[in-house]
T-cell receptor
Framework: AQTVTQSQPEMSVQEAETVTLSCTYD???????LFWYKQPPSRQMILVIR??????QNATENRFSVNFQKAAKSFSLKISDSQLGDAAMYFC??????????????????FGQGTILTVHP | EAGVAQSPRYKIIEKRQSVAFWCNPI?????LYWYQQILGQGPKLLIQ????????DSQLPKDRFSAERLKGVDSTLKIQPAKLEDSAVYLC?????????????FGPGTRLTVT
């Protein structure tokens, strides 16, 4: 079974600065997807960024980028130019790439424990 | 495009009572998921539907939890009887298909408190 670990229960950053959230995972699969989700107090889970394991290039979405180290099974999220609206719980998640073709656990997301990010003005 | 709808947003019940949650996925999405999120933890999958069939319910406590997806659209998750440890946020999500690159879209969740 796959596991996802976020070792930082809480992080804080000053507005306009950069912060990095850490995530490690364990899997025996060679093809999979990794995600970072943001969950504000409203509880709505919002996709921040996605990385496909077979792509060596790190994903980037505006101020959000990842550092994907497949061999080390590490997947960190960097938030640049932090804004007050970035304050939320952030979850790292794993999903098998085996979709309709097979696999017994396809589709489901396996989440880490989350990191609470505080942004100070 | 309307998002995933869930109701109620909040529910407080006493232990041993029953409760039901409702989810309406995004139109056209074949796959529907129910996740349980205990305070301070990440969501955990309870059950996954493909159209109106169950494809994964390995983490569903079947002695007290049940779920159905009527006509492959709306879904209901029921707990009977509830225990204190069932206090959590119940998230519904949907995707066009399961796996692959298809994004899961989440609803706002139902916060259940069992006293």
């Amino acid at each position: 079974a796959q596991t996802v670990t976020q070792s930082q229960p809480e992080m804080s950053v000053q507005e306009a600065e950069t912060v990095t959230l850490s995530c490690t995972y364990d899997t025996s699969e060679s093809d999979y997807y990794l995600f970072w989700y943001k969950q504000p107090p409203s509880r709505q889970m919002i996709l921040v960024i996605r990385q496909e394991a077979y792509k060596q290039q790190n994903a980037t979405e505006n101020r959000f980028s990842v550092n994907f180290q497949k061999a080390a099974k590490s997947f960190s999220l960097k938030i640049s130019d932090s804004q007050l609206g970035d304050a939320a719980m952030y979850f790292c998640a794993y999903r098998s790439a085996f979709g309709e073709a097979g696999g017994t656990s396809y589709g489901k997301l396996t989440f880490g424990q989350g990191t609470i990010l505080t942004v100070h003005p | 495009e309307a998002g995933v709808a869930q109701s109620p947003r909040y529910k407080i019940i006493e232990k041993r009572q029953s409760v039901a949650f409702w989810c309406n996925p995004i139109s056209g999405h074949a796959t529907l998921y129910w996740y349980q999120q205990i305070l301070g933890q990440g969501p955990k999958l309870l059950i996954q539907f493909q159209n109106n069939g169950v494809v994964d319910d390995s983490q569903l406590p079947k002695d007290r939890f049940s779920a159905e997806r009527l006509k492959g659209v709306d879904s209901t998750l029921k707990i009977q009887p509830a225990k204190l440890e069932d206090s959590a946020v119940y998230l519904c999500a949907s995707s066009f298909l399961s796996g692959g690159s298809y994004e899961q879209y989440f609803g706002p969740g139902t916060r259940l408190t069992v006293t």
